[in-house]
C-alpha cells in the first residue's frame, strides 16, 4: 500500500497516505508563505509516490525525501499525531444549537457591552463564541448616530450589501410611501428575512437609535424556527414531511422588480437535520400553486406557526436605545408588535451580515483566546 507507517514513542502506530502527506507540505515551494495558498498542485502528485528517506531532524520533526522529484517535506510530528487522532481541526467545529425552553428571557441571552467588544478581541471572542448556541445576541450601550450598526457588523463579518442598501432605516411610513410591510406601525408578523433570495443572509442585525413611548408598543419578538420544526415533526410528521419536500414560492416587488425565489419552508441537509427556516407570510406567493399542493402545504404552513406563535417558548423585548440585537437568520424569526405612531417615536437601522466572515473572525479569536475564555 502507498503509506508511510509511523511508531511513536508510546509504542502507537499510525499510517499515512502517501498522497496526503505531500500535500500537507508548507515549504516556500508548496505554499505560499504570505498568502498560504497551495502553490503545489494536488492533482499532479503522483499516485504511486512514495519516499525514498525518512529521517528524523529536530525534536518534533520528521523530514522525508519524496521519489519522483527528490522533494524534501519537513512535518511536525506532535501535528501529524493530531491529525491521525482527529484532534487537528482546521475550522472550529460549529457551536452546538440548544432549543429554547419555556420561558425563555432576555436575561438568558449572551450580551456584551457595545465598548467591550468593539475595543477588546478577548470580550468579542467571548460573546461571538456563545451566540449560536440560541441563534441570538444583545450588545448594549451603542452610540445612537447613524452607521453604528456598520461598524459594528464589520467587526463581526462582512456586511452584504441587499435591496435595501448597505444598511436600512426602520422607520414608520405611511402605507402609499413604503416598500415594505418593517417600514410601517403595522403589526409584524415573525419571519425569516429574504426568503424570496436564494442565498439569504445569515445574520440580521438590528440598531436601536430611538425609542420613545409606551412600552407594550412596537416591542420585538423573536422565536425559535428550529424548535418550532422539531415540535411539528414530533406532532405532525405528515406536515413536517410536506414542509421538508414540497417547495413554495417567495415573492417581493421593488421598484417594479420581482425578487423570486422558490424553496422548501424547512430546509434540512442530507442526513435530515435541519439546517434553514424559509418562512414569512408577508411574501409567501400561492397563486400558481399546484392544486393536489395547496391543502397540504398551506395546512402544513399553518401548523408550523402555531408552534412559531407559542406564547410559552416567544421572547418579547422592547428594545432600549443603545441595543444592537443580532439573530442567525436561518433559525430565529423576528417580528414587531404594532404601535402608534402619535404615541410613538421607534428607529431603528439594520443590516445584514455573511455567515463566512463570522466563522473567519470566530476561527483566528478562537486559535487566540480559545484556553482563556
Known amino acids: 500500500p502507498n503509506v508511510t507507517k509511523l511508531v511513536w514513542h508510546d509504542g502507537t502506530t499510525h499510517e499515512f497516505d502517501n498522497v496526503w502527506l505531500r500535500d500537507q507540505c508548507d515549504c516556500p515551494q508548496c505554499l505560499h508563505p504570505r498568502t498560504k495558498q497551495k502553490l503545489l498542485d494536488a492533482a499532479t502528485i503522483p499516485i504511486d509516490i512514495a519516499p525514498v528517506d525518512v529521517t528524523l531532524g529536530n525534536v518534533d520533526e520528521l523530514n522525508i525525501t519524496w521519489t519522483s522529484e527528490r522533494h524534501r517535506s519537513v512535518y511536525n510530528t506532535e501535528w501529524l499525531q493530531k491529525c491521525a487522532s482527529g484532534q487537528f481541526k482546521l475550522v472550529p467545529p460549529e457551536q452546538k444549537r440548544k432549543l429554547w425552553e419555556t420561558g425563555i428571557g432576555i436575561d438568558s441571552l449572551p450580551t456584551a457591552q457595545y465598548d467591550d467588544v468593539m475595543e477588546s478581541d478577548k470580550a468579542l471572542y467571548a460573546w461571538l463564541s456563545r451566540l449560536l448556541k440560541p441563534g441570538i445576541g444583545i450588545v448594549k450601550g451603542a452610540p445612537l448616530v447613524e452607521g453604528t450598526v456598520l461598524t459594528f457588523g464589520e467587526r463581526v463579518s462582512n456586511v452584504r450589501k441587499s435591496i435595501f ?56 419578538v423573536f422565536a425559535d424556527g428550529f424548535l418550532a420544526a422539531e415540535r411539528l415533526k414530533e406532532s405532525h410528521p405528515e406536515a413536517y414531511r410536506v414542509l421538508t419536500s414540497l417547495p413554495v414560492d417567495y415573492l417581493l416587488e421593488v421598484d417594479g422588480k420581482p425578487y423570486r425565489n422558490r424553496t422548501r419552508v424547512i430546509c434540512t441537509d442530507s442526513d435530515g437535520n435541519v ?27 399553518r401548523l408550523l406557526t402555531e408552534y412559531i406563535r407559542d406564547s ?28 402608534n405612531t402619535k404615541e410613538m417615536r421607534r428607529h431603528l437601522e439594520g443590516c445584514y451580515l455573511e455567515y463566512d466572515g463570522f466563522k473567519a473572525n470566530l476561527g483566528s479569536l478562537e486559535e487566540k483566546w480559545g484556553n482563556e475564555v
Request: proline share 6%; aromatic share 10%; hydrophobic share 35%.
Open 275 to 301: 439546517e434553514k427556516i424559509r418562512a414569512n407570510s408577508l411574501d409567501l406567493v400561492t397563486k400558481d400553486m399546484p392544486y393536489h399542493q395547496q391543502r397540504p402545504l398551506l395546512s402544513a404552513f
Open 312 to 339: 410559552s417558548v416567544l421572547l418579547r423585548y422592547q428594545l432600549k436605545a443603545g441595543d444592537i440585537v443580532i439573530v442567525d437568520n436561518r433559525r430565529i424569526l423576528h417580528g414587531r408588535t404594532a404601535f
Open 165 to 220: 442598501g448597505r444598511s436600512y432605516q426602520i422607520v414608520a411610513y405611511p402605507d402609499d410611501e413604503t416598500t415594505d410591510v418593517s417600514y410601517t406601525p403595522r403589526i409584524l408578523n415573525l419571519h425569516t428575512d429574504l426568503v424570496y433570495f436564494e442565498n439569504p443572509v445569515v445574520f440580521v442585525t438590528i440598531h436601536c437609535r430611538e425609542m420613545r413611548g409606551p412600552p407594550d408598543q412596537g416591542m420585538s
